[in-house]
C-alpha cells in the first residue's frame, strides 16, 4: 500500500515536509510513503491551459495521486489559511470534477506552525477544499504548534505528537484497507 505525502511548505526545512518524514517512522507494516516534491514546478493554474496534455508538472502530480492508495498533506498556515501553491495545486488536480483523482481518495491532513495553534485553521480550510474535491477525509489531526519546539534537526522529538500521528497514519490505512480487500474479493468472485 502506498501513501503519497504533500507538503505544503516549499522551504528545505519545513516543519511541515519533516512531519511527513516523521510519518514515515510510523507507518504499520507493508505500506509505504512517498514525499512528493514537485509542489514548486506547477504553474499558476490557468484554465486556458487546462487541456490535454497537461503541463508536466501537473500531470505528475495526478499520476502520483492516483496511484497511491491514500494521500497525507501536511499544511502550513499562511495568513489563517493554506498556502496559496498548495491551493493552487489542488485546483489542478480538482478538474475535469468528476473524474479528478482526488475523487473517493482517502486523505488525511495534519500540520505545523510557529505559532501556538499549530496550523488549525489552515487544516480547517484545507479539509473543506479537499471536500470540495470529493476526497474521502478521514477523521483525526495533529496540530504541531510552536514547531521549532518540537523538532530537534530533523526528528519530531515530542512523544505525545507522534502519537496523534501514528493515530492519523493508522485511521488512514485503515480507510484504504476495506477497499482494497473489497477488490481482492470480487477479483476471485470474477
Ligand atoms: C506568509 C506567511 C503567513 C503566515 N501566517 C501564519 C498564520 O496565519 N498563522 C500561523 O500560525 N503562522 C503563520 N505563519 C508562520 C508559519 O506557520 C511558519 O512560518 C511555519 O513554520 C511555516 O511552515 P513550514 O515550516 O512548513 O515552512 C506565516 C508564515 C508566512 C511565511
Same mark, same amino acid.
Given at each position: ?14 516543519? +511541515? ?24 514546478? *506547477? ?13 508536466? /508538472? ?21 495568513? %489563517?489559511?493554506? /498556502?496559496?501553491?498548495?491551493? +493552487? ?10 473524474? +479528478? /483523482?482526488?475523487?473517493?481518495? /482517502? *486523505? ?59 493515530? *492519523? ?11 482494497? %480487500? ?9
Amino acid at each position: 500500500m502506498k501513501v503519497l505525502a504533500v507538503s505544503g511548505s516549499l522551504r528545505s526545512e519545513s516543519y +511541515n515536509t519533516k512531519l511527513l518524514r516523521a510519518a514515515a517512522e510510523l507507518l504499520p507494516d507493508g505500506v509505504e510513503l512517498e514525499l512528493w516534491q514537485g509542489l514548486k514546478a *506547477v504553474p499558476p493554474y490557468d484554465e486556458e491551459d487546462d487541456v490535454e496534455p497537461a503541463p508536466a /508538472p501537473v500531470a505528475a502530480l495526478r499520476a502520483a495521486i492516483a496511484g497511491a492508495d491514500a494521500v497525507l498533506f501536511a499544511t502550513p498556515e499562511y495568513n %489563517s489559511s493554506v /498556502p496559496g501553491q498548495l491551493k +493552487n495545486a489542488i485546483d489542478w488536480v480538482s478538474r475535469p470534477l468528476a473524474r +479528478n /483523482p482526488l475523487r473517493n481518495k /482517502p *486523505v488525511a491532513v495534519v500540520g505545523a506552525s510557529t505559532g501556538a495553534f499549530g496550523a488549525v485553521w489552515a487544516q480547517a480550510e484545507l479539509r473543506k477544499i479537499l471536500g470540495a474535491t470529493g476526497a474521502r477525509i478521514v477523521d483525526g489531526e495533529v496540530a504541531v504548534g510552536h514547531a521549532p519546539t518540537r523538532f530537534e534537526g530533523d526528528r519530531l522529538v515530542d512523544e505525545g505528537l507522534r502519537e496523534q500521528l501514528a493515530e *492519523v497514519v493508522a485511521t488512514l490505512v485503515a480507510e484504504v484497507a476495506p477497499v482494497k %480487500s473489497g477488490d481482492v474479493a470480487s477479483t476471485v468472485a470474477a
